[in-house]
T-cell receptor, first 110, second 114 residues
């Protein structure tokens, strides 16, 4: 089986930097993904790490350490529109099944 | 491109009724998925498909059925609706490579079973 853990809530102010952690336990590993979901909306893809290291996409970066079964999403120069839920997700041993974490609700304060 | 489209957007069912949630994608993706999301929770995989004619169960398949006769369409069937199936249902598609694993989600169907 597989399980993922994330903090349930994070709060930060505009312009700040915030890191959302994700730890996972899987019987195999095919990469760690991050999705953003605004209230009432659909999840949208942010980032994917198949290998160890940092992936950067604009204000968002994602990091993976396969030896530690750990990753994080880093959001810089926070804006009010970044207030949303953020989910990490992994594929299972066979590479087909897809499991989402419970989500982290980010609140950005003025 | 429309991406992933889902119909209906909202639906109220009575206990014991049946319905089909429609999902269509125009990106020629082989992989398609159905998820449910209960309020304040993460997404749970119901069924997935790796290509036309091939489907498999996810984490929470009980009470649902799927079919995949074409690359574009992946309908989800609810038989004998129960209050526990009240949820938001998302369909997604992806084209996996070694470098990326992006899933594109439809807008969702909000289902209430009374």
């Amino acid at each position: 089986g597989q399980s993922l853990e994330q903090p349930s809530e994070v709060t930060a102010v505009e312009g700040a930097i915030v890191q959302i952690n994700c730890t996972y336990q899987t019987s195999g590993f095919y990469g760690l993904s991050w999705y953003q979901q605004h209230d009432g909306g659909a999840p949208t893809f942010l980032s994917y790490n198949a290998l160890d290291g940092l992936e950067e996409t604009g204000r968002f970066s994602s990091f993976l350490s396969r030896s530690d079964s750990y990753g994080y999403l880093l959001l810089q120069e926070l804006q009010m529109k970044d207030s949303a839920s953020y989910f990490c997700a992994v594929r299972d041993n066979y590479g087909q099944n897809f499991v989402f974490g419970p989500g982290t609700r980010l609140s950005v304060l003025p | 491109n429309a991406g992933v489209t889902q119909t209906p957007k909202f639906r109220i069912l009575k206990i014991g009724q049946s319905m089909t949630l429609q999902c269509t994608q125009d990106m020629n993706h082989n992989y398609m998925y159905w998820y449910r999301q209960d309020p304040g929770m993460g997404l749970k995989l119901i069924y997935y498909s790796v290509g036309a004619g091939i489907t498999d169960k996810g984490e929470v398949p009980n009470g649902y059925n799927v079919s995949r006769s074409t690359t574009e369409d992946f309908p989800l069937r609810l038989e004998l609706a129960a209050p526990s199936q009240t949820s938001v249902y998302f369909c997604a598609s992806s084209s996996r490579t070694e470098a990326t694993d992006t899933q594109y989600f439809g807008p969702g169907t909000r289902l209430t079973v009374l």
